[in-house]
């Protein structure tokens, strides 16, 4: 069975920083790229960063350029999310998405980032 589980979301002040964990099971996680979305309310999901299989490039959408960074650790099956300079506008669920070639896609539950003071 298929499993992506996200963690690490919370509440946090603006400038402060969260580490989002995407644990993965029941598929090769090596053999897929990975991906953290992110929806606010009201807006559409977005692409905010993406970690290819094996080589790890990584790619980040321009409004988290420099304030994110995505990683992974194939022995443990889990991709993170090191998100630092938090602002408001970054308040959303955040997911986890695992994809095979064109059409083999996987997402997680999703995790509320709430960042206020």
């Known amino acids: 069975q298929v499993r992506l589980v996200e963690s690490g979301g919370g509440l946090v002040q603006p400038g402060g920083s969260l580490r989002l964990s995407c644990a993965a099971s029941?598929?090769?996680?090596?053999?897929?790229?990975m991906s953290w979305y992110r929806q606010a309310p009201g807006k559409e999901r977005e692409l905010v960063a993406t970690?290819?299989?094996?080589?790890?490039?990584?790619n980040y959408a321009d409004s988290v350029k420099g304030r994110f960074t995505i990683s992974r650790d194939n022995a443990k099956n889990t991709v993170y999310l090191q998100m630092n300079s938090l602002k408001p506008e970054d308040t959303a669920v955040y997911y986890c998405?695992?994809?095979?070639?064109?059409?083999?896609?996987?997402w997680g539950q999703g995790t509320q980032v709430t960042v206020s003071s």
């Open positions: 998405k695992a994809r095979y070639g064109c059409c083999v896609n996987y």
């Open positions: 970690i290819t299989s094996a080589a790890g490039s990584t």
């Open positions: 029941g598929f090769t996680f090596s053999n897929y790229v």
